[in-house]
């Protein structure tokens, strides 16, 4: 039967300790590499534009996940507003942008969480937490003197912070990073984050490290390990041939990676004009079939 990392270590009395480092990182905040020292409990914004306070957007039982989270009751999905990328080409801008959500209290996400699991929801899926890391953490473990006994899922664009992340270890069971680009040039033009492609390397095989490959049970629902996505962009083909090869040759052949065909041009995507298009479906096929061909035994297109 599977039992939570993260109520092994709240009976340890672990989990507080955590919850304390990661505050102590919140105030100056150097929650992400960009460190931008943000004195968030005196309501001074950071590059991620994030308050102390917690802001959700929505949540509710996801069916659109990776099957392997969604199973038969979906995917108990809650996001989270602000982000610390800010993708030119963002989905969901009006979000992780503009930051339209509402304020809550950490005893009202608890209780989310607890409602999802009432739900039937197979687990709990953070969507771009790295901001809000210390308050969720706090919440999880108010959940978990509820009974909460969900997997949780930590759902982020993979321009994440080592030290946290490696604080993390224990508390989330399964990440579900997004990588975006190894190209320097690619990541500086469309993330403002040059290093992007060094941070998610050494993120991912943090990541793996903790929690191995994805580990499905028995109704082949997702519990423990790591699921990587990778968005197929237009005129980006040689750096997800390179995205994928890395997977393969560093984190694991075994590695479940979805090669998502989801790009659509939002936000800013009109002021570049290389990818202010949909992809074609020779390149999202030529995509797929390349991580097939390398050996990556685990690629999905969903």
């Known amino acids: 039967m599977f039992v939570p990392s993260y109520l092994k270590l709240k009976e340890e009395g672990l989990l507080e300790e955590r919850i304390k480092l990661l ?6 905040c150097r929650l992400c590499p960009r460190s931008c020292n943000a004195k968030r409990k005196r309501d001074d914004l950071g590059y991620c534009k994030a308050p102390h306070e917690l802001y959700v957007s929505s949540f509710f039982a996801h069916f659109g996940e990776e099957r392997p989270l969604v199973g038969v009751y979906g995917s108990g999905t809650i996001f989270l507003t602000f982000c610390n990328l800010k993708c030119v080409f963002c989905q969901n801008y009006d979000i992780s942008i503009y930051g339209y959500g509402e304020k ?3 005893t009202e996400m608890a209780k989310i969480m607890l409602k999802l699991q009432r739900m039937g929801c197979h687990n709990i899926n953070f969507v771009t937490p790295t901001h809000y890391v210390p308050q969720i953490v706090k919440a ?6 509820e009974g909460l006994c969900l997997p949780l899922v930590y759902n982020c664009g ?3 912070s080592e030290e ?3 604080l993390l270890e224990g508390i989330f069971d399964i990440y579900m ?3 975006k680009f190894l190209d320097p040039y690619l990541a500086q033009r469309y993330l403002n984050a040059k290093n992007y492609p060094e941070v998610v390397k050494r993120v991912l095989k943090e990541m793996h490290r ?3 490959d994805l580990v499905l049970d028995e109704n082949t629902i997702a519990t423990r390990g790591l699921l990587i996505r990778h968005l197929v962009m237009p005129s980006c083909g040689e750096d997800t041939k390179r995205i994928l090869r890395f997977i393969r040759d560093e984190i694991s052949e075994n590695a479940f990676v979805n090669v998502m065909a989801q790009y659509r041009p939002c936000y800013r995507a009109a002021d570049f004009p290389e990818i202010a298009r949909r992809i074609t479906s020779i390149e999202y096929y030529e995509a797929f ?3 097939k061909t390398i050996g990556l035994k685990r690629a999905s297109n969903h």
Do not use: L, N, T
């Not at 505050?23 to 100056?28: H, K, L």
């Not at 999880?140 to 003197?145: L, M």
């Open 104 to 106: 809550i209290s950490v």
């Open 177 to 179: 990073p997004d990588v």
């Open 210 to 212: 903790q929690v191995g």
């Open 23 to 28: 505050e102590d990182m919140m105030d100056p």
């Open 140 to 145: 999880v473990s108010i959940a978990a003197e």
């Open 164 to 166: 946290v992340i490696r």
């Open 158 to 160: 993979g321009y994440e």
């Open 289 to 291: 079939e390349y991580a």
